[in-house]
């Protein structure tokens, strides 16, 4: 199975800041991977796909990068409904494997 | 507008079965590959299985293989998750997902509201 490694597992920032989330698999995922915001009490909601592809709807101050094994998750100009849990996923290969997950809080 | 809503969760105790149902809308529900993945009470994402557009190959992790059962219904847009001889670890918000892009299992687009699963005596 890929293991999925997702750092920090929280996160305090101000508004306005940017802020960066880490994810790395533990083999060459080929860029097949999703970052999701969950808010609480919510579903998870897609935010970018494919690595870098930003989801529809999904405002422009989040972005994603990465390849092989080492992506990431930005977030330009913290909002205060950025507040939220963030997680990766791998879909390259069954299993499907998720990141322990980030907890964004405000500062 | 695509939604999916999930119904079938409850109180059952352990080593007995629910089956879960997720009915689609907003989409042609026979060209997506569609999933079940749950959230544990203040836990992270684990997926659970996922099914193809015909229906005719299914697949797991581990953790469920042999007692959990996805399928799905193409004249009705339902996909349903069978799970038998629950635990206690079964505890969770089991979410319904739909794939990104028709024809091939890629990322899950969409969400369903959940519905919660409790395993207990």
């Known amino acids: 199975d890929i293991q999925m490694t997702q750092s920090p597992a929280s996160l305090s920032a101000s508004l306005g800041e940017t802020v960066t989330i880490e994810c790395r698999a533990s083999e060459d995922i080929y860029s097949n991977l999703a970052w999701y915001q969950q808010k609480p009490g919510n579903s998870p909601q897609l935010l970018i796909y494919?690595?870098?592809s930003l989801a529809d709807g999904v405002p422009s101050r989040f972005s994603g990068s990465g390849s092989g094994t080492q992506y990431s998750l930005k977030i330009n100009s913290l909002q205060s409904e950025d507040v939220a849990s963030y997680f990766c996923?791998?879909?390259?290969?069954?299993?499907?494997?998720f990141g322990a997950g980030t907890k964004l809080e405000l500062k | 507008e695509v939604q999916l809503v999930e119904t079938g969760g409850g109180l059952v105790q352990p080593g007995r079965s629910l089956k879960l149902s997720c009915v689609a809308s907003?989409?042609?529900?026979?060209?997506?590959?569609m999933s079940w993945t749950r959230q544990a009470p203040g836990k992270g994402l684990e997926w659970v299985a996922s099914?193809?557009?015909?229906?005719?190959?299914?697949y797991y992790p581990d953790s469920v293989k042999g007692r959990f059962t996805i399928s799905r219904d193409n004249a009705q847009n339902t996909l349903y998750l069978q799970m038998n001889s629950l635990r206690s670890e079964d505890t969770a918000t089991y979410y319904c997902?739909?794939?990104?892009?028709?024809?091939?299992?890629?990322?899950?687009?969409?969400w369903g509201q959940g519905t919660l699963v409790t395993v207990s005596s």
């Open positions: 907003g989409f042609t529900f026979n060209n997506y590959w």
């Open positions: 494919d690595a870098n």
């Open positions: 996923q791998q879909y390259n290969n069954y299993p499907y494997t």
């Open positions: 997902t739909r794939d990104g892009l028709p024809g091939y299992p890629n990322w899950f687009a969409y």
């Open positions: 099914i193809t557009n015909s229906g005719g190959s299914t």
